[in-house]
């Protein structure tokens, strides 16, 4: 993947090896030049009842790490906000509270990672998931998803 200059695509499934666990989709634009990363997400618990969709706009950053010469990791560090359809020219609307953080730790070639992620559900209770897998969701994955 050619990730040093422009805009590119990219698709990760953020999950923890914990049996019921929940599951984050996340589908990122990535500005290299202006180092930003914009895009949707969806934190699911099909284990759960009622099942647990949260489903979520992402805004953040990403920086290069360098700890050792040859080793370096890309952080992305982002919030994510519920969907509203405000009605045109319907002015300033409300504030919005975020309903997940992210953070996750990447491999220079964007491949894979770790991540913590927290979400809030349906009743504003926040729950932290902590070391989880961060695997690149392919094409024919990606469509198979949503």
Known sequence: MKTETGLFIV????ASPNLGAPTFDVHLAVNTPGKSVTG???VRNPTVNPPLNVFTELRGDFTYMTVMPKETHILVVAEGYPHFNF???AGIGPVILPDTKLRMVLEADWQSGTANYAYADDKGNWHEVNDAAVTIIKVNEFAASN
């Open 11 to 14: 698709s990760y499934r953020i």
């Open 40 to 42: 949707k997400g969806v």
């Open 87 to 89: 009605p045109p020219h």
